[in-house]
């Protein structure tokens, strides 16, 4: 894998267009946005290609981490494509390019996700930690409240 793209893959037991809805309905990736201990503290979407999205994780001492960016493609269930930035100083900074491509598997869904132009390896190995507990929260999501939102 190049030093500039993570890729993670994740099969959830649930059919796509709950996991799809996980990640463009702002109350339900609020639930699960940030890694173990932080909370989704503002999420707002404007989900349609050109449109912007915003959000804010806080960190257990009270830190707030905002990041934004814009959607390129959004095709429900099947896939989607943003844009991704931190809103703090330092080599974060980077826009990065999200793809996530959701298939199904006989009722649940694979996920898999993709995020392009890290400046460095040590910012993608940062993420991937990052996100790998975002989907560990993601898979309680579905399992507890997921099954109301179906």
């Excluded at 960190?59 to 844009?83: N, S």
Aim: proline share 5%; net charge negative.
């Amino acid at each position: 894998m190049p030093d500039d793209q993570l890729t993670i893959t994740r099969v959830f037991d649930a059919p796509r267009e709950l996991v799809f809805g996980a990640w463009t309905d702002p109350d339900r990736l609020a639930s699960w946005l940030g890694p173990h201990g932080y909370t989704g503290a503002a999420v707002t979407l404007a989900t349609r290609p050109g449109g912007a999205w915003r959000a804010c994780i806080r960190a257990p001492d009270g830190d707030e981490h905002w990041m934004h960016g814009v959607y390129r493609e959004i095709a429900a269930p099947e896939r989607l494509v943003f844009t991704f930035t931190w809103d703090t100083d330092g080599d974060l900074r980077a826009e990065t390019l999200v793809t996530i491509d959701f298939a199904d598997r006989d009722g649940k869904t694979e996920m898999t996700f993709t995020q392009r132009g890290f400046p460095t390896a040590a910012d993608r190995d940062g993420h991937h930690d990052g996100w790998t507990s975002c989907f560990e929260d993601l898979t309680g999501f579905i399992r507890t409240r997921g099954k109301d939102a179906r």
